[in-house]
Each structure stands twice: as C-alpha cells, then as structure tokens.
C-alpha cells in the first residue's frame, strides 16, 4: 500500500459531492467510520496502492483523481465480504461498480486495460447474446495489451484439449443478437 | 418438483459438464427441469459497469422469458455470478418501481414485460433444502466411502444474498457430502473469493486468492464447486497457484453434482469427468481402494 503516510488537503484539488454524484447510495459512503474492517476482509487488499478503507475516506473527502487513477476498484472482485461485513452498512461493493464505470466515462488511464475487458465483454453480449468465451477472449487482448495473451495460452491450450473452450463461431447470430435491446437502453440512459 | 433453469454462458460452454451433471442428478430425484427457451447473457459482472440499466435489463430480460412460462415456478441459478445478478435485480424493482417501469420501456424492443415475480434459487440451495438427506442417501449405489471433500461455495454463492445459508459459514454442503458417505474437509476458505475476473484483468492478484483457497484444502482428496468460475479458476490456475504455496498442488476440482452422480452410478457422459484439467484420477482410485474394503 503506496498511499502517502501524509497528505497537505489545502494542496490537493478536491471536490466534496463525489460521493453524492457517484449514483446508487454512494454518498451513504459519508457514514464511514474507518475501522478497517473492509480492508482486513478484502482478498484483493494486499495487491492494491490504496487500502479499501483509505480508499473510502479519500471518497469522503472528495479526492477525485487520487481514487479515480489508483489500482483499487481494479482489483476488486466482487466478493461482497466488505460490504456485508461493513458496521455501517455501506453498500461498499455496489458503490465500487459506479466508481468503475466513472472512472471509464473519463477515460481514466487506470481504466486502459481493465475497461477493456468490460467492453469486450458487452461486445460479444450484444452481438450474440451470449458470451463466447474464445471470441471474448481474442476481442479482450485486442482492445488491451495483447502482451497479457501470453499469459493465458497455456491454460488456453490445455482448455482446448479437454474440450472447454469452443473454437466454432455462433452461426445463428440474427436470432440472438441483443443489438435492438443495446440501442433502447443507450436511448433510454440518454433521457435521463 | 418442476424447475425453470436459466444455465447461463458458462454452462453452456466450458463447464457441460456441471449443467449435464446438475440436470441428471435432479432428475434422479424424481424432479423435473426445463431450460428457459432463448435466454441470454446475463450482464455478468461488465453490463452494469457499461451502464446501470443494463446491468438491470439483461437479467431481467429472462426473468421475463420465464414469467411467460410460469411466474409462480422457482427458476434454478448455477452460477454465482448470474445468481447474484437476478437476486440483485428482483430486489431493485421491488424498491423501486420507476425502475421496473424503465426497464419494460426497454424490454419492449423485445415484446417482453418483466412483472417483478419471478424467484430465482441458487442450485445449492435447491440441493441442500428441496431433498431430505434420507432422499438423496436412498438414491446411492456406490458410496463415496473414504473420499475427503473440501466444500467449496466461493462468494456470490452465499454473498450478499443468503436467505437459504450464512454468508461468512455456510453450511449447506457437508450433510449432501455425509449422504454420499463422503468425509467432509471443513476449512476457512470455504466461502472465499476465487479471484473471479480479476484473474483476466490482474493475474497476480487472481493467482494469490486461488492459493489460498488450496492451500485450505489441503488434506482433501479433492474440491467440491458449485460455481463455474470457481470452479474454472481452481483449476486452471493451480500451477500458477503452486508456485505461490512453494509445493505442487494437485487437487482435483469437481462440481457437487458430479460427485452426487458419481455416488448415484450415473454413466460418464452425464458426469464427463475425462473433461478436467485437474486429472480426476486420484478420485476414482480412491474409491476404487475403498470399494473392497467396504465390500469386505
Ligand atoms: S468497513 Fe465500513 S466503516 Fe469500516 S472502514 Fe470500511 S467502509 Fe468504513
Ligand atoms: S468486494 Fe471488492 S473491495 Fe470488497 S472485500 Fe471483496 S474484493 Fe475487496
């Protein structure tokens, strides 16, 4: 954990309704009390440049950048420990999915590699309705770094042996695509 | 009982082999399952990154599939990600019904309407609470006698929804494990994250979590999953995972129905164990050592 031991708050560009605009109940984020429970239940803590619990506090106090840019929401995956274990409630896990998709609006560099498994994932989704996983991983290393490939042919090819993993393209792509439904949505989340 | 079974990607792909299993095992106990015609991805954990009403609208999407079969029928889950993704859904409309509205605004590119009752279960709970233990016990013709099963529900599983079991301790496994004359392998990494999608996006951190895991189950013949990812990831990662813990780990990785059908005598295109990554080798000699023994 990187995070600066001190940080001079007159210093730092702040801005105090980040948790009220992050949607969901992200600004219940305010009733943190930073007892370290969540950071002592995350899987993923010892991996991060900022501890979930002071991750929440620079929430708090409107650190936008900092939280926007550091490795945290990244690594978490999802496993509902904090949240449930949270003494004041806080829906933590849920309030990390709208910091993701802030920091992807801003094009954030942090998001770089990690949104782009997201959107290669809703790419697929929305062309066949169902997540391929060979062509999902082929469009994820696309849009990232495709050096991570490597990382995954071994798994791949042993995958491939045992019958896992699917090399065949979906042919009845018209009967399933969820483009229509995509459109609407995008329509829909452009009113509001 | 009559069951509505939405199987999700994964089990549509690399993990057959939980979905044959899962469908046989139910039917050997007398209930009846039906998957939900032309059902879709459901959001996974990217659709409400992409945006929060399509992280609502893709599940709701099949929920509204088997609200026009039968809205009064429970709806089956085997993964934990799906799972915890209807779960999530039901229980935002319930709170708020401008959002039940928004999401038929859009589920009617696809004539579809989504009314808010569908129920969804998690297959464990299914297994652990719709059959006696005498039910499943009377069901076995080749007791796992001897065989050590590490229980292994992962995290959305039990988390954050957990009407049917505690989402720090859950519980649900070891009596199916006992039915099968199984012995249980209790651990702290029981209902621990397998390191998910995290595995994709930062491999290192992923690997760490599929460590710890084996490492708490060690001891144990093998790993009993009930979740595709985890049970992908445990497997897929163990050498990686190996490295970490400093020593070889070689622990198979079954799902719960496949060791159920193992115990029920069902044939090896419902069980497909020659699919794993993991050699399930060491499982069947184990068996193979005991079935004198008990014989004798
Ligand atoms: S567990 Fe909750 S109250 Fe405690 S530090 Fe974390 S967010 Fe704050
Ligand atoms: S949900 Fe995310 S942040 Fe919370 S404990 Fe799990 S991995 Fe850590």
Redesign the interface.
């Known amino acids: 954990m990187a995070a600066p031991e001190v940080m001079d708050l007159t210093k730092v560009g702040r801005d105090p309704t980040f948790s009220d605009r992050l949607g969901g109940d992200g600004k219940l984020v305010h009733r943190c009390i930073q007892c370290g429970t969540c950071t002592a239940s995350c899987p993923a803590s010892a991996a991060m440049d900022i501890s979930p619990r002071q991750m929440w506090r620079m929430v708090q106090l409107g650190l936008v950048d900092e939280v926007l840019e550091s490795t945290t929401m990244w690594l978490c995956s999802l496993c509902y420990q904090c949240q449930v274990r949270c003494p004041r409630g806080i829906p933590l896990t849920e309030t990390i999915t709208y910091l993701k998709q802030t920091a992807m609006k801003e094009g954030l560099v942090s998001s770089r590699q990690s949104g782009a498994f997201y959107r290669a994932f809703a790419d697929v989704m929305r062309r066949y309705g169902r997540n391929r996983e060979m062509e999902f991983m082929v469009r994820y290393f696309m849009k990232g770094n495709p050096l991570t490939a490597f990382k995954f042919v071994r798994m791949g090819t042993v995958m491939m042996m045992r019958g896992k993993v699917h090399l065949e393209l979906p042919v009845d792509r018209e009967g399933r695509s969820l483009e229509k439904l995509f459109r609407r949505v995008a329509e829909l989340e452009a009113e509001a | 009982m009559r069951y509505l079974f939405y199987p999700g ?1 994964s089990l ?3 993990a057959l082999e939980y979905k044959r299993s899962m469908t046989a095992v139910l039917e050997a106990l007398g209930s009846e399952v039906a998957e939900i015609p ?1 059902w ?2 459901c ?13 609502h ?2 599940p709701a ?1 099949n929920l509204a599939l088997a609200e026009q079969i039968d809205e009064d029928m429970t709806i089956i889950a085997a993964c934990s990600a799906c799972y ?1 993704n209807f779960r999530r859904t039901g229980q935002a409309v319930q709170a708020d019904p401008a959002l039940l509205e ?1 999401i038929n ?6 004539d579809l309407t989504y009314r808010g009752k569908a129920q969804v279960r998690h297959l464990m709970d299914v297994l652990a609470n719709d059959f006696s233990t005498e039910e499943i016990e009377a069901r076995v013709e080749r007791p796992l006698t001897g065989l050590v099963v590490a229980p292994y529900y992962g ?2 599983t039990v ?2 929804f957990s009407p049917y079991d505690d ?2 301790a859950p519980t649900s496994m070891p009596p199916i494990l006992e039915a099968l004359s199984a012995t249980v392998h209790r651990h702290n990494r029981e209902a ?2 397998c ?4 595995l ?7 690997v ?2 599929v460590a ?1 895991v084996l490492d708490g189950c060690d001891g144990a013949d093998c790993l009993a999953a009930i979740c595709p990812m985890c049970q992908l990831n445990m497997e ?2 163990q ?1 990686r995972a190996s490295k970490v813990l400093g020593r070889q780990v070689n622990l198979p990785v079954l799902f719960l129905p496949q060791l159920m059908g193992l115990a029920f005598g069902l044939s090896d295109d419902v069980l497909m164990l ?4 993991v050699p399930v080798t060491p499982v069947l000699s184990r068996l193979q050592q005991a079935a004198p023994a008990a014989a004798g």
Do not use: F, I, N, W
């Open positions: 990607c549509d792909g690399s032309e879709t991805c959001g996974a954990s990217a659709a409400s990154v992409v945006s929060d009403l399509l992280g609208v893709l999407r915890a928004r605004r859009a589920l009617e590119v696809e995290c959305q988390r954050p989402d720090q621990s994250c390191g998910t999608s995290v994709m996006t930062k491999q290192e951190a992923g760490s979590m710890e897929g990662y050498d020659e699919r794993h990554m």
